[in-house]
């Protein structure tokens, strides 16, 4: 990926997660995964480790959102050094 695409990810990253409708699919998601694992009984473990790791896949994507995010403010708006 070129430096014009991470740029180019960034944003589309960065509105997507500023997004209302997004963000409330994100929580109601997470929320859902959570019920499920805390609702299991404790014999179903493989539910609960398929709940599990459906959530930690959509904390990932998140994660991974906010790094491309992270990349395109980065190479936008430079941080300059201090010059003593």
Do not use: W
């Not at 990810?9 to 959570?34: D, P, T």
């Amino acid at each position: 990926m070129n430096e014009e695409q991470q740029l180019e990810l960034g944003r589309a990253c960065e509105k997507m997660l500023k997004q209302s409708e997004f963000v409330l699919v994100l929580r109601n998601l997470e929320g859902h995964y959570i019920q499920q694992i805390v609702q299991a009984k404790p014999e179903e473990r493989r539910e609960r480790e398929v709940s599990y790791y459906q959530l930690k896949a959509l904390q990932d994507i998140v994660g991974t959102m906010n790094h491309y995010v992270s990349i395109a403010t980065n190479k936008e708006k430079p941080e300059e050094k201090e010059v003593n």
